[in-house]
T-cell receptor
């Protein structure tokens, strides 16, 4: 069965520092991969997605993620974090384009210090 | 365009009571989802609709949960009777049509249910 692992429950960084949030997935074929962000009391907002092609994908708010098949990973990065990036981040995987069902990881809570 | 609307935003009920949540997806979106997000966990799919038909309800606890989308537009999720472990945020999401995953889901702000 598909699964998504986000090893870091909570990460704290200083404003202006770089950020990397880890995501590992379990699935035999190439999955469809997503990163969502959830601010307190809000729904989830799509940051970026990977379906095929270039393994480095750019998203909104200056985020990027790299798909590494050999490591079954899809880590999210940002070169310089802003205080407004404090939120919960979820990695998700879909088995196929037509299945539509997303399997989410447990999330990583990002705290940003000034 | 207007987003996915959900109501109420918050609900507190006693165990064994019933509760209903409402969702109005983005206009024209044929596919609608209900997800349950328990504190400290990622969202988990409860049910998926394509227009007014159920595509996947394999994770829906059918002894107490029910959902409908009678006219293929808005949807209602009901819990009867509620248990303490049903305390969670219930998220509604939609995409234009099944197979349009490339658009990404649009989520509503959710309904936070507390069962006491």
């Amino acid at each position: 069965a598909q699964s998504v692992t986000q090893p870091d429950i909570h990460i704290t960084v200083s404003e202006g520092a770089s950020l990397e949030l880890r995501c590992n997935y379990s699935y035999g074929a190439t999955p469809y991969l997503f990163w969502y962000v959830q601010s307190p009391g809000q729904g989830l907002q799509l940051l970026l997605k990977y379906f095929s092609g270039d393994t480095l994908v750019q998203g909104i708010k200056g985020f990027e993620a790299e798909f590494k098949r050999s490591q079954s990973s899809f880590n999210l990065r940002k070169p310089s974090v802003h205080w407004s990036d404090a939120a919960e981040y979820f990695c998700a995987v879909a088995r196929s384009y037509n299945t539509d069902k997303l399997i989410f990881g447990t999330g990583t809570r990002l705290q940003v210090f000034p | 365009e207007a987003g996915v609307a959900q109501s109420p935003r918050y609900k507190i009920i006693e165990k064994r009571q019933s509760v209903a949540f409402w969702c109005n997806p983005i206009s024209g979106h044929a596919t609608l989802y209900w997800y349950q997000q328990i504190l400290g966990q990622g969202p988990k799919l409860l049910i998926q609709f394509q227009n007014n038909g159920v595509v996947d309800d394999s994770q829906l606890p059918k002894d107490r949960f029910s959902a409908e989308r009678l006219k293929g537009v808005d949807s209602t999720l009901k819990i009867q009777p509620a248990k303490l472990e049903d305390s969670a945020v219930y998220l509604c999401a939609s995409i234009p049509v099944q197979g349009a995953l490339g658009y990404g889901y649009t989520f509503g702000s959710g309904t936070r249910l507390t069962v006491v």
